[in-house]
């Protein structure tokens, strides 16, 4: 029987195998490498992205900051303008009733009575001034009383002193009387009987 060597064709499959199995080993290794690389590349294009993202994010932010601060000082100017509007309409207002009071307190004055000074914190005022007599302070209290600007005198000091003539110093106080303008001047005046000094 005749015989047949086989080990040739082993050896040359085997290598054969082995050839196939390198190949396979390098494509794979290959193509690992390049999912690598996409991946990476992948990943490298989301991050660079989202910095870019982030860096336009910041820039806007910070422009509103900016309008931020702009719109709180323009509220600020807003605020110290509306206050000064506020005190420039209190003055027009209170202008007419300082010369009402003036007025008043030129109308309310006593023959025998001169003041030496007036002094006023928002609605009260403080009246300094000389008079023969404290009667004469009193008419001149029961005149403030029924005055339509005027009300609620109080006398603070009476002291009697020379001055060339026998008088009384005295200092007393007035409430400015809540008005409405013109009405006021038509407000009827109180009746001296009943503003709780007696005449002199």
Excluded: C
Excluded at 28 to 55: M, P
Excluded at 89 to 115: A, K, N, Y
Excluded at 141 to 146: D, F, L, T, V
Excluded at 164 to 175: R, V
Aim: proline content about 5%; glycine content about 6%.
């Amino acid at each position: 029987m005749p015989r047949i060597n086989l080990l040739p064709w082993r050896d040359t499959d085997r290598a054969r195998r082995r050839k196939e199995f390198a190949l396979g080993a390098v494509g794979a290794a290959l193509a690992a490498a390049a999912i690598t690389l996409f991946v990476s590349w992948g990943y490298s294009a989301a991050i660079d992205g989202q910095l870019q993202r982030n860096a336009l994010l910041k820039h806007e932010i910070s422009e509103l900051d900016k309008q931020i601060a702009e719109i709180l000082g323009l509220e600020e100017q807003k605020r110290k303008l509306d206050a000064r509007m506020e005190i420039i309409t209190r003055l027009q207002r209170s202008r007419p009733e300082v010369v009402h009071i003036f007025d008043q307190l030129v109308r309310t004055l006593p023959e025998g009575v001169s003041l030496t000074s007036v002094k006023q914190n928002d609605k009260r005022l403080e009246i300094r001034g000389i008079a023969q007599s404290s009667t004469r302070v009193s008419t001149f209290m029961r005149n403030i009383e029924a005055s339509p600007w005027l009300e609620n005198p109080e006398l603070q000091v009476v002291e009697t002193v020379k001055t060339g003539g026998s008088g009384s110093e005295f200092t007393l106080f007035a409430t400015q009387r809540s008005s409405d303008g013109p009405e006021a001047e038509h407000k009827p005046a109180r009746d001296p009987s009943k503003a709780g000094v007696s005449a002199p």
